[in-house]
């Protein structure tokens, strides 16, 4: 492939057809009409040698190589608007108050490093943290939101951007002084003992329940908490089981003396993104926060 054979409208048109998955979509989107759009998609499988999408009986899948495309495509695009904008943007000027939205795991995942590298290269800005919940960014107006750091659990506006930032696996968490502790973890012993979740809002941890729902079982829940330290915390002291992503309990684990276990049923890795309403989708300082976010979670969830 060829530098040349390639111009920055080529590259959104790829941005716009992984995120709607159709043609027609993407295109008015772009504000093209649908035999543009066409004939970039047929430009874009010349330039990778690849058919990038094909037609399911769910409509069009991006191929493999298309999704290894999407986050680097999505950080090279951000990365040169923000090279071309006119408005100059200085972090070490700024004095803004930038409100992020976050659920308790992803504060304690990433907001430490993510408040590092923001105060060293804004000192007089703000960050203003708000308490993600399950029905938050349906309830919030636009003009509140800066950005949402989120799970694909959690629900937002259809007309919100997104930027996948990353994934984890999940695994069932339990104390070192667990009955299962030396066993293989099975369905039935899995859905034999009481479960903690941590709860956004009263809402279930929806991607399991999913799963389980499927295999005809339920699981029972014997306590539910707003925090993950606390579930960590109450795992430690009893039998109960908890399921979750695995960055932040890894990280405490010595700590509370828990184990992990891998899960008894096959479940997709959970995705998490960046979000944001089209309001500030140009702000030349949004812009500089969301690069910043995407880059530091990418990072973490590469490294751990």
């Not at 949402?148 to 070192?176: D, K, N, T």
Request: with cysteine; glycine share 2%; proline share 6%.
């Amino acid at each position: 492939m060829s530098l040349s054979q390639v111009d920055f409208k080529l590259l959104q048109s790829l941005l716009s057809l992984l995120k709607y998955k159709n043609v027609s979509l993407a295109a008015d989107h772009m504000n093209m009409t649908q035999p543009a759009m066409s004939r970039s998609l047929a430009k874009l499988r010349d330039i990778f040698n690849d058919p990038l999408f094909v037609r399911t009986s769910q409509g069009m899948e991006p191929t493999h190589k298309a999704l290894t495309l999407t986050q680097p495509l999505e950080s090279a695009l951000n990365q040169l608007t923000l090279l071309l904008t006119n408005e100059s943007f200085s972090p070490a000027l700024c004095q803004r108050n930038f409100r992020l939205h976050m659920s308790s795991y992803i504060t304690q995942a990433h907001l430490p490093d993510i408040a590092e590298a923001f105060y060293k290269a804004a000192p007089n800005a703000q960050l203003e943290i708000v308490n993600l919940k399950e029905k938050s960014l349906l309830n919030e107006s636009a003009q509140n939101v800066d950005i949402a750091i989120c799970s694909q659990a959690m629900r937002i506006p259809e007309y919100f951007h997104q930027l996948l930032v990353g994934h984890e696996s999940m695994e069932c968490f339990m104390s070192q002084s667990h009955p299962l502790n030396n066993k293989d973890l099975t369905l039935d012993n899995y859905l034999s003992f009481s479960h903690i979740l941590v709860s956004l809002g009263g809402g279930p941890n929806i991607p399991i329940e999913n799963k389980l729902s499927k295999l005809g079982r339920v699981r029972k829940v014997g306590m539910r908490v707003p925090h993950y330290l606390g579930a960590l915390e109450v795992i430690s002291k009893t039998q109960m089981l908890f399921t979750s992503s695995t960055f932040v309990p890894k990280r405490f684990r010595k700590q509370f003396k828990i184990i992990s276990k891998p899960l008894p049923f096959s479940q997709e890795p959970l995705n998490y993104a960046l979000v944001w309403p089209p309001t500030v989708h140009k702000d030349p300082a949004q812009l500089w926060l969301r690069t910043l976010c995407a880059d530091i979670i990418k990072n973490n969830l590469t490294g751990y």
